[in-house]
């Protein structure tokens, strides 16, 4: 016979509940008795009946009732309250324990505030309410002596409540910025649901609502003049409007004010792909956020099939797994949701979904195969090349034709940046100046269409999405390779135009995209020890330098700025700097060996070439602390 023993809130046993004697009533029904041990705690008297029972001389209580006063009924003792709305927005929050776990089978036998999940058939395993804790004078002197979570985060919820959910900006701003949200953002990745037709009831859903919209359309042109936290504020910059967003958003999480799991795990994916790390000790939060979204997504069951998920709850987790895919080309990370562990045809539940995102995760599930070839029991000996599909093709097989082309603009630079990382060569052939035939022309090609289209074609008319400054990236390193190991000069010269344009546009960015900072300040110096490299071979052997009498690069009229920054940038003396003709009349003379012995070329190398594989990627945040 196995007797389940009920155990407290740090899994030690209880004592038993075994009362002496069972009341009259509990001893007619032949059931086990409660009924005085619950009188005994409470203060009352052990007797059933509630008044004072008859004694024998040594003490003993007397079980034999008279006959002419006729047992009265036990008294009926209340049960337990449920915790209210108020102690669960407190975070008293119900514990899910899964059917794996063995305390779910002793719990489901001992617990009665226990309930089974019921988001499949069968349930996932048991929630189970947390009652709100009684304090004695023991839990007061313990909670004096040593530390408590619960206090702490007592104090941050008096903090979140005067100082964040104030963080917002005016209404008269944030309709500017709703609007480009839901015409730049939301169609490419709606995170957020009905949430913004259908405001929340709750005041802190609410507001972080609102900071996410604004956090998310800051790094947009036309959001420059609406980067105000207060009404009638000073204008603030996008590096210290989105870093005030994101402490917010962040403290109000972790304070544990959210009622709702589901909207905390579109607040956790959100935050997860908007914010931006301000120093190298928070370039892993992203991925953290990530990590933590998907743990409420399994929590919740989203991956499991069930008639009664609706659309929004599998647009979500399509939201959630494309999430996974971006972090792990962005962050070098591992993906963590398979599809082996999902319980409904993924492909079906990419073709129900609106033409704008239906195409976002096309190109999110050509991501998902390039992964696969950088995972390392992959790694091949040999040149692989993925087949892609042609853009345009899948705007038509998305049905989204009819989407407006600054969108499709932006899911083409993200086509782009997939296609340059669809090929992988042998370990000993990534250095060298001539790839594969298809990995050098398809990377090539991807690259110049990649720049064109930030910079020419779309400037300031795309959705900014992390995606944009992640494919400018990929554009500056397959330049920098060009420059890095051609032999010819006249190709190290295009490289060289391709990489000054492509840090004319990171650095039109690096004021909202910290990896963009990251790469901008590395590639500005790499300028710079090229043109002291090109001034002492030009004072050593005597030729000519072409380089000082080059003009400045020029803006067309129709290659207007992203910000009001881009002037600046035109006016930088590393824009300005010439070819390597200089160098025509020696093919031979590497520029690269005349660098300043100081200079760690081998680090730029390494982030830079780096950059086109998984496997470096994580480390971006060494990159901030040496150049940043």
């Known amino acids: 016979?196995?007797?389940?023993?009920?155990?407290?809130?740090?899994?030690?046993?209880l004592k038993r509940k075994q009362v002496a004697q069972a009341c009259a009533r509990c001893r007619r029904r032949k059931k086990r008795c409660f009924h005085n041990f619950d009188a005994r705690s409470n203060g009352l008297d052990s007797s059933s009946e509630g008044v004072a029972r008859p004694t024998s001389g040594d003490g003993e209580v007397t079980s034999r009732a008279s006959a002419d006063h006729p047992t009265p009924p036990p008294p009926q003792f209340e049960s337990l309250p449920e915790p209210t709305a108020s102690l669960a927005r407190e975070g008293n929050a119900a514990r899910f324990v899964g059917d794996l776990s063995p305390e779910a089978i002793l719990m489901e036998a001992t617990s009665l505030c226990s309930t089974r999940d019921v988001s499949v058939r069968g349930g996932l395993g048991i929630w189970q309410s947390r009652a709100a804790p009684q304090l004695t004078k023991?839990?007061?002197?313990?909670?004096?002596?040593?530390?408590?979570?619960?206090?702490?985060?007592?104090?941050?919820?008096?903090?979140?409540?005067?100082?964040?959910?104030?963080?917002?900006?005016?209404?008269?701003?944030?309709?500017?910025?709703?609007?480009?949200?839901?015409?730049?953002?939301?169609?490419?990745?709606?995170?957020?649901?009905?949430?913004?037709?259908?405001?929340?009831?709750?005041?802190?859903?609410?507001?972080?609502?609102?900071?996410?919209?604004?956090?998310?359309?800051?790094?947009?042109?036309?959001?420059?003049r609406h980067l105000r936290l207060k009404p009638n504020g000073a204008l603030l910059s996008r590096h210290d409007f989105c870093t005030s967003l994101s402490n917010s958003i962040q403290t109000i999480v972790d304070a544990g004010l959210f009622t709702d799991r589901v909207f905390l795990t579109r607040a956790l994916a959100a935050l997860s792909l908007y914010m931006q790390p301000s120093c190298p000790d928070e370039a892993d939060v992203p991925a953290l956020l990530n990590g933590r979204a998907i743990h409420q997504t399994h929590t919740l069951g989203l991956q499991m099939a069930s008639d009664t998920n609706s659309q929004a709850t599998r647009t979500l987790f399509c939201c959630i797994w494309a999430l996974d895919r971006i972090n792990g080309a962005f962050y070098g990370r591992a993906c963590l949701i398979h599809e082996r562990d999902i319980g409904w045809n993924l492909s079906e539940c990419i073709a129900v979904q609106d033409p704008p995102f239906r195409l976002f995760l096309m190109v999110i599930e050509l991501l998902d195969k390039v992964i696969g070839l950088y995972r390392p029991g992959n790694r091949q000996e040999r040149d692989i090349i993925i087949e892609l599909p042609i853009f345009e093709q899948m705007i038509l097989d998305a049905g989204a034709a009819r989407v407006s082309s600054g969108c499709l603009a932006s899911l083409e630079i993200f086509y782009h940046s997939v296609a340059i990382l669809s090929s992988q060569s042998p370990s000993e052939n990534r250095s060298t100046a001539l790839p594969a035939p298809a990995t050098n022309s398809r990377r090539s090609l991807a690259a110049d269409r990649i720049t064109s289209i930030v910079g020419q074609e779309y400037p300031g008319q795309l959705s900014y999405l992390p995606i944009i400054p992640y494919g400018v990236s990929l554009s500056l390193s397959v330049s920098y390779r060009k420059m890095r190991h051609s032999n010819v000069p006249m190709y190290r010269s295009r490289g060289k135009q391709a990489f000054i344009a492509n840090t004319s546009l990171l650095k039109l960015l690096d004021d909202t995209f910290w990896t963009a900072k990251t790469i901008v300040a590395m590639a500005e110096q790499v300028l710079q020890e090229m043109d002291k490299a090109v001034a002492s071979i030009t004072q050593e052997t005597g030729l000519a330098d072409t380089s000082k009498r080059t003009e400045p690069m020029t803006r067309g009229p129709d290659e207007l700025p992203l910000s009001g920054t881009g002037d600046d940038i035109l006016d930088d003396p590393s824009r300005s700097t010439g070819d390597f003709s200089v160098l025509e009349a020696v093919p031979d003379l590497n520029i690269f060996d005349h660098f300043d012995p100081t200079f760690d070329l081998g680090a730029v190398d390494t982030a830079l070439e780096g950059n086109l594989d998984f496997g470096t990627s994580s480390n971006w945040f060494d990159w901030q602390q040496l150049w940043g």
């Open 138 to 224: 023991s839990n007061n002197a313990l909670a004096v002596t040593f530390p408590s979570r619960n206090a702490v985060q007592d104090m941050l919820k008096a903090y979140v409540r005067s100082h964040c959910l104030a963080c917002c900006p005016p209404p008269s701003d944030y309709a500017v910025l709703r609007r480009i949200y839901l015409e730049k953002l939301d169609p490419i990745f709606p995170i957020l649901g009905g949430h913004l037709l259908n405001s929340p009831k709750d005041e802190v859903e609410e507001k972080v609502l609102q900071q996410i919209v604004s956090l998310a359309a800051a790094p947009d042109p036309e959001a420059t």
């Open 1 to 13: 016979m196995v007797r389940f023993v009920e155990s407290d809130a740090t899994g030690l046993p």
